[in-house]
Antibody, heavy 115, light 110 residues
Framework: QVQLVQSGAEVKKPGASVKVSCKAS????????MHWVRQAPGQGLEWMGW????????DYAQKFQGRVTMTRDTSISTAYMELNRLTSDDTAVYYC????????WGQGTLVTVSS | EIVMTQTPLSLSVVPGQPASISCKSS???????????LYWYLQRPGQPPQLLIR???MRISGVPDRFSGSGSGTDFTLKISRVEAEDVGTYYC????????FGQGTKVEL
């Protein structure tokens, strides 16, 4: 069965960076785009961008351009999302989700930014 | 940017009764490839979102048939024919025309 398993919770200081991983199993990793979506506490869903695991091509939401980097390691079927220059507004649960429709989601990774 | 507007933002439901959520987009979600890029999700508390409906009206395998999606262009509706207790949570619509944008969410409570 398809599974997306994300890395554990992180606590970061303002100005730091965080890198969240998403390990895929149960399907051919390179055949489906991976999207990243975040959700601040008590708030709605916010799309951050996608990566094509086959080519490495990415597309980021305008809001995050220059601050986010999505990468992948096809040898271990894992996608990564790195967010730089963190502020308290980046405190959120970060999800990886498969393909445009978001048919499968990771369990979420809580990133807390606090001094 | 396409603005997605859901109504209502909160909904109190009675088990066994129908429920309906509206999602309006500021631009048509009908794309040149003939598909309509509108999706519906349910997020139960503490859980990631779950895909219910894709491309406006295609119910995902395993989703109970009491859920249905309809609409076209800019106006879409998610209907629950007979609400069950497990349907409680927040429902989101989303478009994926070039980028993804979500509606504000509709919180459904018993």
């Amino acid at each position: 069965q398809v599974q997306l398993v994300q890395s554990g919770a992180e606590v970061k200081k303002p100005g730091a960076s965080v890198k969240v991983s998403c390990k895929a199993s149960g399907y051919t990793f390179s055949e489906y785009y991976m999207h990243w979506v975040r959700q601040a506490p008590g708030q709605g869903l916010e799309w951050m961008g996608w990566i094509n695991p086959n080519t490495g091509v990415t597309d980021y939401a305008q809001k995050f351009q220059g601050r986010v980097t999505m990468t992948r390691d096809t040898s271990i079927s894992t996608a990564y999302m790195e967010l730089n220059r963190l502020t308290s507004d980046d405190t959120a649960v970060y999800y990886c989700t498969r393909e445009t429709a978001g048919d499968y989601w990771g369990q979420g990774t809580l990133v807390t930014v606090s001094s | 940017e396409i603005v997605m507007t859901q109504t209502p933002l909160s909904l109190s439901v009675v088990p066994g009764q129908p429920a309906s959520i509206s999602c309006k987009s500021s631009q048509s979600l009908f794309y040149s490839d003939g598909k309509t890029y509108l999706y519906w999700y349910l997020q139960r508390p503490g859980q990631p979102p779950q895909l219910l409906i894709r491309e406006g009206s295609m119910r995902i395998s395993g989703v109970p048939d009491r859920f249905s999606g309809s609409g076209s262009g800019t106006d879409f509706t998610l209907k629950i024919s007979r609400v069950e207790a497990e349907d409680v949570g927040t429902y989101y619509c989303m478009h994926s025309i070039h980028i993804k944008e979500f509606g504000q969410g509709t919180k459904v409570e018993l």
